[in-house]
Antibody
Framework: EVQLEESGGGLVQPGGSLRLSCAVSGFTVSANYMTWVRQAPGKGLEWVSLIYSGGGTYYADSVKGRFTISRDNSKNTLYLQMNSLRAEDTAMYYC???????????????WGQGTMVTVSS | DIQMTQSPSSLSASVGDRVTITCRASQSISIYLNWYQQKPGKAPKLLIYAASSLQSGVPSRFSGSGSGTDFTLTISSLQPEDFATFYCQQSYTKPFTFGPGTKVDI
């Protein structure tokens, strides 16, 4: 069964750090593009970061320099290291598979259930 | 960055109604446009990719159209389980951006 399970969220003080994990079953993380998307409470969806199967990474400007996306192929797990956290980073964080349909068309076809990050003193 | 807008921001409809949601991009994105449905407390679900292609397992009452800057999502006959918020998203260039969402109340 294809499944993504996030963990690692919680309450952290401003300026602190957290590492989110996304354990994947049913497909190989390293052979796919993987992404993180977040959603602040009561707000819309915001794309955060992407890692290509080849290892290239991309970030939203709002997190560039503070967040790092990575993966552990042996554990088939995706990560998001979040440093220098701010109140505006408070959100539900979802991992998702970024699939290429019909060649060049990216879409996020499989999602985890999310892990909540709250940045507050 | 490419800005995505949606209209309306919310709508109320009845079971059986035909519902149309519009999404507009701030510049041409060809057909690099996806639609997602999100129910309260749940993760988003991919409905349509590449503007008009139905994701596997999605009911055929959902359809998408458009290219360039203007796109539509149509629900041909609204069902009770379609109560949700719908988001468009461009995958033409990074940063990938979502529209603000359209909440559909039954």
């Amino acid at each position: 069964e294809v499944q993504l399970e996030e963990s690692g969220g919680g309450l952290v003080q401003p300026g602190g750090s957290l590492r989110l994990s996304c354990a994947v079953s049913g497909f190989t993380v390293s052979a796919n593009y993987m992404t993180w998307v977040r959603q602040a409470p009561g707000k819309g969806l915001e794309w955060v970061s992407l890692i290509y199967s080849g290892g290239g990474t991309y970030y939203a400007d709002s997190v560039k320099g503070r967040f790092t996306i990575s993966r552990d192929n042996s554990k088939n797990t995706l990560y998001l290291q979040m440093n220098s956290l701010r109140a505006e980073d408070t959100a539900m964080y979802y991992c998702a598979r970024d699939r290429l349909f019909r060649g060049p068309f990216d879409a996020f076809d499989i999602w985890g259930q999310g892990t909540m990050v709250t940045v507050s003193s | 960055d490419i800005q995505m807008t949606q209209s309306p921001s919310s709508l109320s409809a009845s079971v059986g109604d035909r519902v149309t949601i519009t999404c507009r991009a701030s510049q041409s994105i060809s057909i690099y446009l996806n639609w997602y449905q999100q129910k309260p407390g749940k993760a988003p679900k991919l409905l349509i990719y590449a503007a008009s292609s139905l994701q596997s397992g999605v009911p055929s009452r959902f359809s998408g159209s458009g290219s360039g800057t203007d796109f539509t999502l149509t629900i041909s006959s609204l069902q009770p389980e379609d109560f949700a918020t719908f988001y468009c998203q461009q995958s033409y260039t990074k940063p990938f951006t979502f529209g603000p969402g359209t909440k559909v109340d039954i």
